[in-house]
């Protein structure tokens, strides 16, 4: 993997942008920031939430509506009905670490997480206990409430660890015979700490849990490898750094030799193996495709597949280590520029350990975000009670906007003050 380019460091605000714009010219993925949309005075961080629409996705949903729906109408079906998987497949093989037909592209998030859990569930019928993370991202939270409340589960939470995310050793202090299913996300949405993925996943293994990740943040942000490291299960929206479009349809990831062993809940007419026979007996498909229930969103996966053509010919490699270079330098600015300000970085400060979004701690981040929009064009979010968060998507993110984000901040702050 290359190493993100580092020039001297930055002593005052001068040098810094001289060298955001360095880095920019000598960006191996530079190229890719003209793949997105982009509107004059208004500096988008907030990929971490809702990518930007690829300078593609337009012309690939008219073509779907125009050349597709409009020309060949229900007959376009013999292409679509595949799509699933053929986005599955390229998702999997560009930012998953997974081989062919373990992935399928359907629903959402939070319905795939709660089929796969389900699944996985009934799968381990004599133990009673099912293991989440406190800190975890709210959807994920409920549907676990929700399924133990339904079967009279022991719905039991690992702890935050200090620098945010579930830990190893928390998860060894409550996991034992009992658990069923360990359900954590990789990224934490708050901090953007990164987990142990494989450790984790070792662990709970050894104490004969099936394990389910959630990689909405991490997909086309930080290295996943399902396969290599034995995870049985994950989901994760498209929609975040992936850019595939609002609302697209999420990924489900099941291993290959759990596929005849687990059942999802959702029986319906596309995951039945003889579809249009319409008879009575419900006989799930062969492999990851029994994992599909009702029609897919065509239109929605018609931007995912664009999107995630655009980070295979990225390569993984590649994106995070720009994910990366761009976590240092925006760590760099926010200790320099906004350190004296009441103002840190929260999560893990190595770049190697976090997600692509700068999270950082601000008493006052509600007026900082409305202020940032409107008075400087910058788009960041914020979680209650007092975290900012700095999208870095790695395709369509520049040094130099690090730089002008960061620096807006620190302005507004600083005016604030009256310093
Ligand atoms: C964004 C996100 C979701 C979103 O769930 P949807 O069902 O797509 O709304 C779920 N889990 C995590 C961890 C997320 O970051």
């Known amino acids: 993997m290359s190493t993100p380019p580092r020039g001297p460091r930055a002593t005052d605000g001068a040098s810094v942008v001289d060298r955001a714009e360095a880095m ?25 939430s809702l990518g930007p629409p690829g300078t593609a996705t337009a012309a690939a949903l008219g073509s779907v509506v125009r050349d597709q729906w409009a020309k060949l109408g229900v007959q376009a079906w013999h292409d679509w009905a595949d799509w699933p998987m053929a986005v599955g497949d390229v998702l999997a093989g560009a930012v998953l670490g997974a081989g062919p037909g373990q992935v399928v592209v359907a629903d959402s998030t939070s319905v795939n997480l709660y089929k796969l859990a389900s699944a996985a569930l009934d799968a381990r019928p004599h133990r009673r206990s099912v293991l989440g993370w406190e800190g975890d991202f709210s959807t994920d939270r409920y549907v676990l409430e929700g399924l133990a409340h339904q079967r009279g589960l022991d719905l039991r939470w690992v702890a935050t660890s200090s620098e945010g995310g579930p830990e190893r050793r928390d998860l ?13 996300s990789h990224v934490d949405f708050r901090t953007s700490a990164v987990a142990d993925l494989a450790g984790i996943t070792a662990q709970a293994h050894a104490a004969g849990a099936l394990v389910l990740w959630d990689l909405s943040h991490s997909v086309g942000a930080v290295t996943v ?5 034995d995870v049985d299960l994950a989901v994760a929206c498209t929609y975040k750094h992936l850019a595939g479009g609002p609302g697209a349809p999420a990924l ?8 005849d062993q687990l059942r999802q809940p959702v029986w319906g007419w596309f995951g039945q193996s003889q579809q ?6 419900y006989e799930p498909k062969a492999g990851i495709g029994a994992f599909l229930s009702g029609t897919p969103s065509v239109l929605g996966l018609a931007g995912v597949k664009g999107a995630a053509e655009l980070l295979a010919e990225a390569g993984l490699d590649r994106v995070v280590a720009k994910a990366r270079g761009l976590c240092a330098y925006a760590i760099e600015l926010a200790d320099l520029l906004l350190g004296g300000l009441g103002v840190e970085v929260a999560g893990p400060r ?3 350990r976090r997600g ?3 999270a950082l701690r601000c008493p006052r981040s509600e007026w900082l975000c409305q202020a940032l929009a409107e008075r400087a064009g910058v788009i960041v979010d914020r979680r209650p009670p007092d975290l900012i968060r700095v999208g870095l998507s790695p395709l369509s993110t520049t040094y130099v906007q690090v730089h002008q984000g960061i620096t807006a901040m620190a302005g507004l702050l600083a005016d604030s003050l009256g310093s």
């Open 24 to 48: 920019d010219g000598e960006d191996p993925l530079g190229g890719f920031v003209a793949s997105f949309e982009r509107v004059d005075g208004v500096n988008y961080l907030a990929g971490h």
């Open 172 to 184: 060894v202090e409550r996991i034992d015979t009992s658990v069923a299913l360990v359900v954590l």
């Open 225 to 229: 490898d399902l396969d290599s490291c």
């Open 252 to 259: 489900a990831y099941m291993r290959r030799d759990l596929q």
């Open 276 to 281: 249009f026979h319409m008879g009575l007996g």
């Open 350 to 352: 190595q770049a190697d």
């Open 356 to 358: 692509a979004h700068l």
